[in-house]
């Protein structure tokens, strides 16, 4: 029957076919080399004119890849019908950023075009961003490609609510297969960024697992009334809100977590030795963070000849 050299001529094409289907670190190296060079001074240029971008970016890879998968879809466009996911809930009034990811993927276009897809330019800007605002950097993994849908339904279902308990939170990161682990850590994002009162208001005024100083500060700005003030805003880490630092757990450890998913991490629960060991080891949240940064971009990537490489971000070819 087969020759061992047969099987291992099979082998190593079964391993290439197999792998071609996967993201790599060096997806685009022939295809367009200078894409990094590309991607990174127009995100600077954003960025040094507001911080904030750079927490907006980063969210959006998150709500990127918990829908669908990490395939570009939450940049899609849906004011002509509101039928896609940045009219969804999580994202309605809160998702920003997409004129910076058109910027950038502009100039992408002008190196190398056709090339980059939409999801891979958001992967690299999240990550970007990141190290920009001085919080640890990584290898982005790549490849992916763009999808022609988008879902408000999905996006409503599997983005996690900021009134979400501990075992709601693990079971929405479960669900991407993210370990509790990976979902206290990503959490950590919360060290950059701005939230609006909507989103807090329920837990400043009536959870009881909050620091009273830290209540009456955040409700001088945040009336109790709903409709009043619903878009003021509040540092989602209050000491440094543009630097990505492990402060958002220092800040959990005293009770002065702004959302009440936040607080639910470090409330008597399974997670509280976590948020302890993160507050007290920048390394270990750095290094936590950046393992579950990498699992959530495999989150079902489009790959091979599925989807399409974008022309523009914000709508299909
Ligand atoms: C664990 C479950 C999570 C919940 C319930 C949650 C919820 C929220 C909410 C409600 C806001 C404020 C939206 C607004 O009112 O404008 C927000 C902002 C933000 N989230 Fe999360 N989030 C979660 C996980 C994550 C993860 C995993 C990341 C990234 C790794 C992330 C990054 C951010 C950032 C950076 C902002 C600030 C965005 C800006 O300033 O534009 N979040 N999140
Ligand atoms: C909504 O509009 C977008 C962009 O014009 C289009 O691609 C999509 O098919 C529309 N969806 C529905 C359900 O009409
Ligand atoms: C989005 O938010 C705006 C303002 O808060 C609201 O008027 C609108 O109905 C919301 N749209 C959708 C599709 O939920
Ligand atoms: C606080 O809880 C009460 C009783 O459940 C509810 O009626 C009220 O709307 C809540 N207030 C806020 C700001 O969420």
């Known amino acids: 029957m087969a020759s061992p050299l047969a099987l291992v001529l099979f082998f190593l094409l079964f391993l290439g076919s197999a792998s071609a289907h996967h993201l790599s670190e060096n997806f685009y190296s022939s295809s367009c080399p200078s894409l990094f060079a590309t991607v990174k001074p127009v995100l600077k240029s954003a960025l040094s004119?507001?911080?904030?971008?750079?927490?907006?970016?980063l969210r959006l890879f998150f709500h990127d890849c918990f829908v669908n998968g990490c395939d570009g879809s939450i940049l899609l466009s849906d004011t002509a019908n509101f039928t896609g996911e940045q009219h969804a809930v999580p994202n309605n009034g809160s998702a920003r950023g997409f004129e910076v990811i058109d910027k950038i993927k502009d100039a992408v276009e002008k190196a190398c075009p056709g090339v980059v897809s939409c999801a891979d330019i958001l992967a690299i800007s999240a990550r970007d961003s990141v190290v920009i605002l001085g919080g640890p950097n990584w290898n982005v993994k790549l490849g992916r490609r763009d999808a022609r849908t988008a879902s408000k339904s999905k996006a409503n279902k599997d983005i996690p609510p900021p009134t979400s308990s501990l075992s709601q939170l693990i079971s929405k990161f479960a669900a991407k297969g993210l370990s509790t682990k990976d979902m206290v850590a990503l959490s950590g994002g919360h060290t950059i960024g701005q939230a609006r009162c909507t989103s807090f208001r329920a837990h400043i005024y009536n959870d009881t697992n909050i620091d009273a100083s830290f209540a009456k500060k955040r409700r001088s700005n945040c009336p109790r009334q709903s409709g009043t003030g619903d878009v003021n805003l509040a540092p989602e880490d209050l000491q440094t809100p543009t630097t990505f630092d492990n402060n958002y757990y220092r800040n959990l450890v005293k009770s002065k977590g702004l959302l009440h998913s936040d607080q639910e991490l470090f409330n008597g629960g399974s997670t509280d030795s976590l948020v302890r060991a993160y507050s007290r080891s920048p390394g270990t949240f750095s290094a936590d963070f950046v393992a579950g940064m990498i699992k959530m971009g495999d989150i079902s990537?489009?790959?091979?000849?599925?989807?399409?490489?974008?022309?523009?971000?914000?709508?299909?070819?």
């Not at 004119?49 to 970016?57: F, M, N």
């Not at 990537?301 to 070819?317: A, H």
């Open 49 to 57: 004119k507001e911080k904030r971008l750079g927490a907006s970016l």
């Open 301 to 317: 990537p489009l790959t091979g000849s599925k989807g399409e490489i974008r022309k523009k971000c914000s709508k299909i070819n």
